[in-house]
């Protein structure tokens, strides 16, 4: 539930709206409330922001934004159903909120539900004043992984590039792609700019391994290998590259 967790920091960031004052004091409450629940949901302690949250609607049972909460809440704690119908009841309160439909679009992908929650994503992105569309593009490049679409899942990737082009897990997909469609210079490319984001991990060393192999580059197979044996000895991809099975796929995602 990495990405939920994502998701929370932008609920969080979001600025009081000048026509704040002009609010109900029930609907100010349910406001309060909510941004107490989601910073206990932020620190582990979903006891407490489930307290916070039911207070919210208690107050004003039309606030949408602590429905959205709700929802993710109701993910981490496993409680499926319970989180879709809060999703579900969040956006027939705010039809035009961005946040709850990328929220809803990546618990549905998780889901495999992969077309209605790409559709999702798309809704999300129908707001000029969305802070963060670069996210709704990566969620439904990963979406449109998930269902075996690598043509879609690269536009999708490529229009988060052009918004955040320092953008990691975008730039790791893009080098998955591009080795599998045998684009090896391409791949490198997106694998360089990963790896100079902080991308050092087993996955990407061994990509880079298997993608210096392909080239022929021997010395650039042995410089990824070194770090993979001396980063990561006991790893699935250290023992591969030991025994030369450079044809064994990468066991993760690069950003792990």
Not at 19 to 24: G, I, L, T, V
Not at 59 to 67: G, L, V
Request: glycine share 8%; proline share 3%.
């Amino acid at each position: 539930m990495k990405n939920l967790l994502v998701i929370l920091v932008v609920l969080l960031s979001v600025v009081r709206p000048v026509w704040a004052d002009q609010m109900s004091d029930e609907t100010k409450r349910a406001q309060i409330h909510t941004e107490l629940g989601a910073g206990y949901y932020g620190m582990g302690k979903l006891g407490i922001a489930l307290e916070e949250l039911n207070t919210a609607i208690k107050a004003d049972s039309n606030y949408a934004p602590a429905y959205n909460m709700l929802g993710l809440l109701y993910t981490e704690l496993r409680e499926y159903d319970k989180a879709g119908d809060y999703f579900k009841r969040s956006l027939s309160l705010d039809p035009n909120n961005s946040e709850a439909h990328n929220n809803y679009g990546w618990f549905l992908c998780q889901r495999n539900h992969t077309d209605e929650a790409i559709g999702h994503f798309m809704s999300a992105l129908k707001n000029p004043l969305y802070a963060t569309p670069e996210k709704a593009y990566l969620n439904a490049g990963e979406c449109s992984l998930k269902k075996g679409d690598d043509k879609g899942a690269e536009e999708f990737f490529l229009r988060a590039l052009k918004i955040q082009p320092e953008l990691g897990q975008a730039q790791w997909h893009m080098a998955e792609i591009n080795f599998r469609n045998g684009n090896y210079d391409e791949a490198q490319r997106y694998l360089d700019s990963f790896m100079k984001l902080g991308g050092q991990t087993r996955e990407g060393l061994w990509l880079g391994v298997r993608i210096a192999h392909r080239q022929g580059n021997r010395d650039a197979e042995e410089t990824y290998g070194a770090q993979l044996r001396t980063r990561f000895p006991d790893s699935r991809e250290a023992r591969a590259f030991r025994s030369g099975q450079y044809d064994e796929t990468a066991t993760g995602e690069g950003r792990k």
